[in-house]
């Protein structure tokens, strides 16, 4: 019914990464992730409010921009996964120089290997006195995560998120690892896209940020998403300015929608109104019949 068909590769133009940031509480994700934003050479735009939406994209000085997740910690990572939603093109691992690996470095570890994404690793905290970089990388070794030094390929990166240092590196890193992956997708077409967050706003109603894997959202554009249905009443970019589409690789938050979908839906525009309800209230019915059939007696 809905049009999944692959596309020519004449169609596909370079897409921005989409990168999760992933590690032990307290080694620094949040940190890190308002650091990198604070980065992009058009944050400080005029009229611009930082908005969190659950993603956000960094613009480079050579104009090309990263798509952060800004939902940090691997449980969002594999939520989503379970969910079939593979956003994640490259997994920034924090590790704290002065902490080193702990439980949910490792777990982090084997949730991104089991997804076969790339990692780099951000040595983090490296300000502190008591900063110990070579040692976590001697500790990854362990667990079969090879840096470069150690003649292996996963690239890493000392940095201090609180004095803001190495993130150029960190940066410079991310883009080199997405040249190797060679991401693109078709912007013309009718879009397809994975919900990073949604909720119900008391003013604006049903709220869903969408990071558009494929294809480009317009205002006006009628749509299903999970079990939910709707029309792109507004589209807000996160510097919080109303924007009219959004191409691969972009988060919007959209209004418009019937009801509160999940993380990790998939979005799909559709021809007709008539179209996108019938999908979705015929998804509304499997994930009813789920629940009665699963139900205690
Ligand atoms: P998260 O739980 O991984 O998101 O970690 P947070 O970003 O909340 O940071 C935990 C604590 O470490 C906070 O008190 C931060 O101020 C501190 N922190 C984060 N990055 C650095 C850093 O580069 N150097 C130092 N000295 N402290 C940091």
Redesign the pocket.
Known sequence: ELDTTEDNEADLKPRAPVVTIM??????????L?ALRGTSVTSGEAGGITQHIGAYQVTLKDKSQITFLDT?GHEAFSDMRARGANVTDIVVL?V?ADDGLMPQTIEAINHTKAAGVPMIVAI?????PEANPQKVRERLLEHEVIVEEMSGDVQDVE?????KTGLDDLLDKIQLQAELLELKANPDRAAEGTVVEAKLDKGRGPVATILVNRGTLKVGDIFVVGAESGKVRAMIDDKGKQVKKAGPSTPVEVLGLSGVPMAGDQLQVVDTETKAREIAEYRQGVMQQKRTTQAPA
């Open positions: 590690g032990h509480v307290d080694h620094g994700k949040t940190s890190l308002d940090p924090v704290a983090n905290k490296c300000d502190k940095v201090s998120a609180l004095k």
